[in-house]
């Protein structure tokens, strides 16, 4: 489908402009993340309208772990 059909492909090339509000939480979801954790931003349109935390925790020990637990 082409731009003439209605169906156009536009990226919002501005950026995000974030409070310090905003900054504040971003910071704070950062805080709460783990070694192998992960902050997703959603932003819509321009704008954020969530912070998303992800905690992973590892489920394996590494060889070196396992030498020195000996």
Do not use: C
């Not at 489908?1 to 905003?22: A, I, R």
Request: net charge negative; hydrophobic share 30%.
């Amino acid at each position: 489908m082409n731009s003439s059909e209605g169906h156009t492909s536009k990226k919002n090339t501005d950026g995000v402009q974030l409070t310090p509000d905003q900054i504040s939480q971003i910071n704070e979801a950062l805080s709460f993340v783990g070694e192998y954790g992960e902050v997703h931003l959603i932003i819509q349109r321009g704008v954020l309208k969530y912070i998303n935390v992800l905690n992973s925790h590892k489920a394996w020990q590494d060889e070196k772990e396992d030498v020195d637990g000996e």
